[in-house]
């Protein structure tokens, strides 16, 4: 696998405060992706990094900014959480043509 | 309109029955991936097509490029197949990533 790591796992915090993502993996791969799953909506692209400074928009990227300032780390950050931002949100990484996906963050915005 | 569509979106079979699960996109991609989902579990990739057909155990994946279509099929399926198998495709030159809306399989014994 990628030794992919998310952190943290499960964080419980209030409207409007700054959270952050941490999707960390160890195999130095290019492409690097923030989903969130929620019941009957699937996995939904967020934000994704082909590169260490090259990032893009996924389809529900508002409320939400991502870094990448090392092939290692991708960062996924809600500026101020709102209660729709609640849900569990999956780091994916893509190397020599393979998917890893991490164990997920499940957020809860009071 | 979603750029991957999957059908069923909820499968129930009978252990041993043949399953099969269809994944049709409208954009050009470079690779399709199936994954797998199981309740409260994580996600993991069990192919990955960009032309022809692979198998695995009891699994085989298809692709179409030209029709723009993949299947995968599940022979002689067991209760501990119940999960959510989900399609996605690459495309782009920065390697974009779009998922199906996933199938959920329940397989009875």
């Known amino acids: 696998d990628a030794g992919i790591t998310q952190s943290p796992r499960h964080k419980v915090t209030e409207t409007g405060t700054p959270v952050t993502l941490r999707c960390h993996q160890t195999?130095?791969?290019?492409?690097m992706y923030w989903y969130r799953q929620d019941p009957g909506h699937g996995l939904r692209l967020i934000h994704y990094s082909y590169g260490v400074k090259d990032t893009d928009k996924g389809e529900v990227s508002d409320g939400y900014s991502v870094s990448r300032s090392k092939t290692e780390d991708f960062l996924l950050t809600l500026e101020s959480a709102t209660s729709s931002q609640t849900s569990v949100y999956f780091c994916a990484v893509m190397g020599s043509g393979e998917l890893f996906f991490g164990e997920g963050s499940r957020l809860t915005v009071l | 309109k979603n750029e991957v569509e999957q059908s069923p979106q909820n499968l129930t079979a009978q252990e041993g029955e043949f399953i099969t699960i269809n994944c049709s996109y409208s954009?050009?991609?470079?690779?399709l991936h199936w994954l797998q989902q199981h309740p409260g579990g994580g996600i993991v990739s069990l192919f990955m097509l960009s032309s022809g057909k692979k198998k695995h155990g009891r699994l085989i994946a298809t692709i179409n490029i030209q029709e723009k279509h993949s299947s995968l099929h599940i022979t002689a399926s067991h209760p501990r197949d119940s999960a959510v198998y989900i399609c996605a495709v690459v495309s782009g030159s920065a390697r974009q990533l779009t998922f199906g809306s996933g199938t959920q399989l329940t397989v009875l014994p």
């Open positions: 954009v050009g991609i470079s690779a």
């Open positions: 195999e130095n791969h290019r492409y």
